[in-house]
C-alpha cells in the first residue's frame, strides 16, 4: 500500500503527502516510472499505468471469471508500462497465443522490446498512442496516411458477426477515446472494421454513469452519446479498484457550486470502474450497416435537446407522420438482461445494467408531449426503425440534413473543427473538461508562438 495519508472535501480524495512520505513514494517508483508520472499529479489523466505487482494481481482477480469465458486467443494492452499486467497474460500460455503491447512513451519500450526478444512468436511491441486514435483517424484523413493501418498491423481481422478478434485490457480517462470508439462502429472505421473486440477497461466513475445511465437520472447526463452507446454496445460493470493502483496520481480539485455534474463527479472519486463492453453481434440485424449513419445522426439531431417533442419533430421532416405513432397496433417485444447472473443492487449509482436491443420496443402511450428524453435506448432505436420503414423516408428532407453534415465533416479542416462537426452540440452541452474537471490549455501568447517558433 502507498504511504498516503487522505483526507476528503466534497467527495473526492486527495492525496496528501507530508515530504517523507513523497520521497518514500518516489524511491519506491523512480527505478520504474519516468519523472512525469511520479512528479506532478493530475486531475483525469488520459494514459493511466498500474503502478504495481500487487494491484495487477487484485485486477487478474477480478477478471478471472472472464477471462475463463473467452475463447479468443489474442489481447491488445494499452500502455503496458513495466509489465506488471503483462506478466499475468503472459502466465495463459495455452489460451493467448499473441500479446500486442501498445505503448505510447518511449520510456518504456526497452524493457517491453526484451520481452519481444523472449518471446518473439508471441509478444509483439509497438509504440504508439490508442488513446488518442481518433487524431491518427484525422491525420490519416488529411494527408492520405497509413497511421491507423501500422498501428493496427498485428491486430487480427474477423468478419462482423463472427466471435471476438481480441480482447483489449488498459486504463483510460479520455473521454474522446470512446466517443471515438462509437464513431468507429458507426462509420465502419478504424478498429471496429478490423472486428468485434472487446474491451475491459478501468476508466474514471464520471464517464461510465453518462455512458451507461438512463433518463431517470436527469437529461443533464443523459445525452446523445448515452443512447448511442447503449444501442451499439453491451456492457457490464465488474468491480470497483482503488485509483491509487494507478499512476499518475490523482490531484486534488475542488467541486465549486456552479458545478453542473458536483453530484456524479462525486460519486466514487477514489475508484476506477472496471467493466467490459463489446459492439453488439447482432447489430446489423438491429440496423443495416449502411444505415448505421442515419441511425447516428437520427439520435444526435433528436437529442440536440431532450426536451423536443418527438411528433412535432418528426412532422418537419415526414408531415402528418403524428398518427401512425400515435395509432400503432404493433406489440411490443421485451427487452431482457444482456447478463441474467448481473446483480442490479450491485450496480454503481446512476448506472444500468446492460440489455438487449429490439426494433419492436414501442413506447406506450406516446402523444402530441411525448419528448425525445422519455425514451430509452431500445426505445430511440424502434423509433428510428419506424422512421426508416416510412415511404417518405426517401424523399424526407432528413436525408438532405444528413448529407449536409456530412459534407461538413469531410471539409473540416483542423482537429477541432471535425470534432465540433463530428459532436453536435447539445442543449446545455458537456465536454471532457466538465465531466471530467479537465482543464483546457489556454491559447498561445504572440510571444510564446514566436519562442516556439
Not at 269 to 284: A, D, G, Q, T, W
Not at 337 to 352: A, H, M, R
Not at 397 to 404: G, I, K, P, Q, R
Amino acid at each position: 500500500m502507498l504511504p498516503l495519508r487522505f483526507s476528503w472535501r466534497l467527495g473526492r480524495s486527495v492525496a496528501c503527502f507530508s515530504s517523507k512520505a513523497k520521497r518514500e513514494f518516489v524511491a519506491r517508483y523512480s527505478g520504474e516510472y519516468p519523472d512525469k508520472l511520479l512528479s506532478k499529479k493530475q486531475k483525469t489523466p488520459a494514459h493511466m499505468y498500474v503502478a504495481n505487482a500487487e494491484a495487477a494481481q487484485r485486477i487478474g482477480q477480478y477478471l478471472e471469471p472472464h477471462l475463463q469465458q473467452t475463447s479468443c486467443d489474442t489481447v491488445l494492452e494499452l500502455n503496458p508500462g513495466v509489465g506488471h499486467f503483462t506478466k499475468h497474460l503472459l502466465d495463459r500460455e495455452s489460451q493467448f497465443r499473441k500479446i500486442i503491447l501498445l505503448e505510447s512513451m518511449e520510456y518504456f519500450m526497452p524493457r517491453l522490446q526484451e520481452l519481444h526478444t523472449l518471446y518473439p512468436e508471441r509478444v509483439k511491441v509497438r509504440q504508439g498512442d490508442m488513446v488518442n486514435l481518433w487524431k491518427l483517424v484525422f491525420m490519416d484523413k488529411m494527408d492520405n496516411g497509413v497511421r491507423v493501418a501500422e498501428l493496427l498491423h498485428d491486430v487480427p481481422q474477423r468478419a462482423f458477426n463472427d466471435d471476438i478478434n481480441m480482447l483489449v485490457f488498459g486504463a483510460v480517462g479520455s473521454y474522446s477515446f470512446f466517443k471515438h470508439l462509437i464513431n468507429s462502429l458507426v462509420f465502419q472505421t478504424s478498429l471496429y472494421n478490423l472486428g468485434r473486440c472487446e474491451m475491459i477497461l478501468a476508466m474514471p466513475p464520471p464517464i461510465y454513469i453518462h455512458l451507461t445511465c438512463n433518463n431517470d437520472v436527469g437529461y443533464l447526463i443523459y445525452r446523445s452519446t448515452t443512447v448511442l452507446f447503449q444501442i451499439l454496445f453491451e456492457h457490464r460493470f465488474i468491480a470497483k479498484v482503488p485509483r491509487e493502483d494507478f499512476l499518475p496520481l490523482q490531484a486534488e480539485y475542488k467541486l465549486t457550486k456552479s458545478s453542473k455534474l458536483g453530484k456524479v463527479r462525486a460519486i466514487n472519486p477514489e475508484y476506477l470502474y472496471l467493466v467490459k463492453f463489446v459492439p453488439r453481434r447482432n447489430l446489423h440485424e438491429l440496423c443495416s450497416p449502411q444505415d448505421l449513419v442515419a441511425l447516428w445522426f437520427f439520435v444526435k439531431q433528436n437529442y440536440v435537446s431532450r426536451r423536443n417533442r418527438i411528433i412535432p419533430n418528426l412532422e418537419k421532416w415526414v408531415p402528418g407522420c403524428g398518427p401512425r405513432l400515435i395509432i400503432n397496433p404493433q406489440a411490443s417485444e421485451p427487452i431482457l438482461p444482456t447478463y441474467p447472473d448481473e446483480s442490479p443492487q450491485k450496480l454503481p449509482q446512476y448506472t444500468t445494467q446492460g440489455t438487449t436491443m429490439s426494433t419492436k420496443d414501442f413506447f406506450p402511450g406516446i402523444n402530441i408531449y411525448t419528448q425525445f428524453g422519455d425514451l430509452r435506448p431500445s426505445q430511440m432505436l424502434t423509433l428510428f426503425t419506424q422512421f426508416r420503414q416510412w415511404p417518405e423516408y426517401q424523399e424526407s428532407s432528413f436525408l438532405a440534413s444528413m448529407e449536409n453534415a456530412l459534407l461538413k465533416m469531410e471539409t473540416a479542416n483542423d482537429e477541432q473543427s471535425l470534432e465540433d462537426v463530428v459532436n453536435l452540440p447539445e442543449e446545455d452541452d458537456i465536454g471532457a473538461e466538465e465531466l471530467l474537471d479537465e482543464v483546457k490549455p489556454e491559447p498561445a501568447t504572440d510571444r510564446q508562438k514566436a519562442k516556439a517558433a
